[in-house]
Structures are given as C-alpha cells and as structure tokens.
C-alpha cells in the first residue's frame, strides 16, 4: 500500500431538509441548538442526534413531514416525537412524521437505517421501500435497500411484510429483489447491524461487497482486479478507524494488496 495521508469517514454528517422548504447542514449545528417552530421543536441533543417535540395541543397539530439524508461517508439519529428512534447510515434518506392525526404512523427510507420503535398498540408503525411496507408495534430491526434488493434483518419483536405475506421473528431475515419472491433465514444479526454499533463485520464477506461498504464510508473509489471480488474476508473493523488501518487487516489475510492513487482511487491486486 502506497503511502498517504489517512483517509477518514465525514462521521456525523446529514442535511435536514424542513417543511419551510429550507435546508440546513445539521454539523453546523451545535449541541443544544433549537429550531422552534409553531407546533414543534427540533434540538441537536449531540454531535449526531436530534429530537423532535410537539408544542401545544397534539389534537390541533397539522400533519407534518420532514426529510434528511446522508452523504457518503456520513451517518445520523433522529429520535421522533413518538419516541422511536431511527440510525441512518451512510447514503441513507428518510422522510418522517412529525405530527400524525392518523391511526398509523409512516416513514419512507431510502438507504439503511436501524429501527427501535416506540410502543403504540393503537398506532401501528409502518416503513415504505419501494413497493415493500413493514409493519410494527414496538420492534427493534434494520433495513437495508441498497443492491437492487431489500434486506429486512429482525432484531427483536415481530414485523408483518406486505401485509402479513411474510412475518419474522427475532434473528430471521428476509430478502427480496421483486417485491413478489421472499428468502428467508435465520442469520447472524451482530454481522447486519454492527454498523449501527460503530464497526464493521465482515462475516466470511466475498470482497466486492466488503470494498462497496469501505467506498461508501470513507468515499472512495476500489478498482478491483477481474476474479478477486469473489474472495471471502473474515475481519472486524471500527468505523472509526481510517481507511488505510482497514485495508492493513485485508491485507493481512493474504488476499490482496492495495494502492491509493490520486484522487481517492484504490487499486486492488491479488496477491501473487
């Protein structure tokens, strides 16, 4: 590996995008900060949480939507006013409720995100990708929508899939490309939600999706020689970590060797 400078993550990195039509880079704001609204509050609680509360009375509070995503490289936390709390990854969007008069409540993702819903028996909790829709009541999971596929992992609890075509339980995932053909598995959970826990698990992984997970954190670009990509990594690697200790420990195994060029490309060649 040729000598560089350590490429890190952007971390807690997301832009807030309000019913105002406004757009605020949320690392400008400071701990504390507060946007006050007619009938909600939004506050930066740390440097990658904010919360949302409702003002006055909940029965007059209109139905309120925002939005927020992340690039490459960044990740958040939005805790909504029924409490549920939502981890966004990197190259995420999600659109949620603020107020709801209704009898559900709906979020629209984009991305990944890790889930911990609140409780509502009366108020079920749904998440739209595509053409799939999750149902929960007070559930823990993570959904990943990228790779021309939806991956549905269940912590804790139970979810309904398209309406109760499929249910999971706590350790099962499911995985559909069509929307029409399910697969599920019992998995190893820690290996789907690590990212959430600030590292990444890489679980016999074949090289080509380990590199993809690695591009879209610290943002850069893997040029992969043909066959190598099929190599199976087995490797644990803090989130935290800069690119170049990462690939040290790929190295390792034996698998490849990497050079960083110019403009964050990284060359990989298989170990002769």
């Given at each position: 590996?040729?000598s560089?400078?350590?490429?890190f993550?952007?971390?807690n990195?997301?832009?807030?995008?309000?019913?105002?039509?406004?757009?605020?880079?949320?690392?400008?704001?400071?701990?504390?900060?507060?946007?006050?609204?007619?009938?909600?509050?939004?506050?930066?609680?740390?440097?990658?949480t904010?919360?949302?509360?409702?003002?006055?009375n909940?029965?007059q509070?209109?139905?309120?939507?925002?939005?927020?995503?992340t690039?490459?490289?960044?990740?958040?936390?939005?805790?909504l006013?029924?409490?549920?709390?939502?981890w966004?990854?990197?190259?995420?969007?999600?659109?949620?409720?603020?107020?709801?008069t209704?009898?559900?409540?709906?979020?629209w993702?984009?991305?990944?995100?890790f889930?911990?819903?609140?409780?509502?028996?009366?108020?079920?909790?749904?998440?739209?990708?595509?053409?799939q829709?999750?149902?929960v009541?007070?559930?823990?999971?993570?959904?990943?929508?990228?790779?021309?596929?939806?991956?549905?992992?269940?912590?804790?609890?139970?979810?309904?899939?398209?309406?109760?075509?499929?249910?999971?339980?706590?350790?099962e995932?499911?995985?559909?490309?069509d929307?029409?053909?399910?697969?599920?598995?019992?998995?190893?959970?820690?290996?789907?939600?690590?990212w959430?826990?600030?590292?990444f698990?890489f679980?016999y992984e074949?090289?080509?999706?380990?590199l993809?997970?690695?591009?879209?954190?610290y943002d850069?670009?893997f040029?992969?020689?043909q066959?190598?990509?099929?190599?199976?990594?087995?490797?644990?690697?803090?989130?935290?970590?800069?690119?170049?200790?990462a690939?040290?420990?790929i190295?390792?195994?034996g698998?490849?060797k990497?050079?960083?060029?110019?403009?964050?490309?990284?060359?990989?060649?298989?170990?002769?």
């Amino acid at each position: 590996m040729s000598s560089s400078d350590p490429i890190f993550s952007q971390g807690n990195r997301a832009i807030l995008h309000q019913i105002n039509g406004e757009s605020v880079a949320l690392e400008d704001f400071k701990s504390g900060d507060k946007v006050i609204n007619d009938h909600f509050t939004t506050t930066k609680i740390d440097s990658g949480t904010i919360v949302y509360s409702l003002n006055g009375n909940h029965k007059q509070i209109p139905d309120y939507y925002e939005e927020i995503t992340t690039p490459k490289g960044g990740e958040f936390k939005v805790i909504l006013t029924d409490g549920t709390k939502v981890w966004l990854n990197n190259k995420t969007k999600l659109k949620f409720f603020i107020s709801s008069t209704t009898a559900e409540r709906h979020v629209w993702l984009q991305g990944e995100a890790f889930f911990e819903v609140a409780h509502d028996k009366d108020r079920p909790f749904f998440v739209t990708t595509g053409k799939q829709k999750v149902k929960v009541l007070g559930t823990a999971f993570n959904i990943n929508t990228n790779d021309n596929q939806i991956v549905t992992t269940l912590v804790s609890g139970k979810v309904a899939i398209n309406s109760n075509k499929i249910i999971l339980k706590p350790g099962e995932q499911s995985i559909t490309h069509d929307y029409t053909n399910y697969k599920v598995s019992q998995v190893d959970i820690e290996a789907y939600v690590s990212w959430k826990n600030g590292y990444f698990l890489f679980n016999y992984e074949p090289l080509s999706e380990v590199l993809s997970k690695l591009g879209d954190w610290y943002d850069v670009d893997f040029e992969v020689e043909q066959d190598l990509g099929d190599e199976k990594v087995w490797a644990t690697v803090s989130r935290k970590r800069n690119l170049q200790d990462a690939l040290k420990l790929i190295e390792k195994s034996g698998i490849a060797k990497f050079t960083i060029n110019k403009e964050r490309r990284i060359s990989v060649q298989r170990v002769k």
